[in-house]
């Protein structure tokens, strides 16, 4: 009986053994994607902003300036973006995060410009596996709001309205 026991122990070290490596080595992988994807993620996207129940579509453009890893799971990429409704134009900052699942929230703050303009709350949706588009939801957090942003990537793009590329 005491025989088996040991035996028993035996087995089951080398069983948590194999998990533990399998483990790692998932967490290996997880971070070789998210450096793949700080890589490959372009640089600009191109789309439209709507709100749920309205017709006024927002031309938006967003570019990054840097993209960084956070962990083996997560990534950020930070830049700025310009919205243009009806010829006004409004600067924001942006901060995007993507999981390795390639979910992504978006951030905004600090709009600049003359029409009104919504930074309590943020965009989750995804981004696709080819990375070339983003398909997400805007919240504003106190009113529930939303909206549906779609963006498609571009070869480069600047702070500008979507109007002038």
Request: glycine share 8%.
């Given at each position: ?18 998990i ?33 129940g309205?017709k006024?579509?927002?031309?938006v453009?967003?570019t990054?300036?840097a ?8 990534a ?5 973006g310009?919205y243009?409704?009806?010829r ?6 942006v901060r995007m995060?993507?999981?390795s ?5 978006i ?7 003359s ?13 696709s596996k080819?990375?070339?588009?983003i398909?997400?939801?805007?919240t ?15 070869t480069?793009?600047v ?7």
């Amino acid at each position: 009986m005491h025989a088996s026991k040991v035996m028993g122990l035996g087995v089951l070290g080398s069983r948590l053994g194999l998990i533990i490596a399998s483990l790692f080595l998932a967490s290996a992988v997880r971070a070789t994607e998210i450096e793949s994807l700080t890589d490959k993620l372009p640089r600009a996207f191109i789309g439209e902003f709507i709100w749920d129940g309205d017709k006024i579509v927002q031309n938006v453009v967003i570019t990054f300036e840097a993209v960084r890893a956070l962990s083996g799971q997560d990534a950020e990429a930070v830049g700025c973006g310009a919205y243009e409704v009806n010829r006004k134009i409004t600067m924001i900052k942006v901060r995007m995060l993507v999981t390795s699942d390639l979910q992504v929230e978006i951030l905004e703050q600090s709009p600049e410009g003359s029409a009104p303009f919504e930074t309590e709350g943020s965009h989750r949706g995804n981004l696709s596996k080819d990375l070339q588009r983003i398909d997400a939801q805007w919240t504003t957090r106190a009113t529930g709001q939303r909206g549906q942003l779609h963006l498609r990537a571009a070869t480069s793009a600047v702070c500008a309205p979507a109007a002038s590329l």
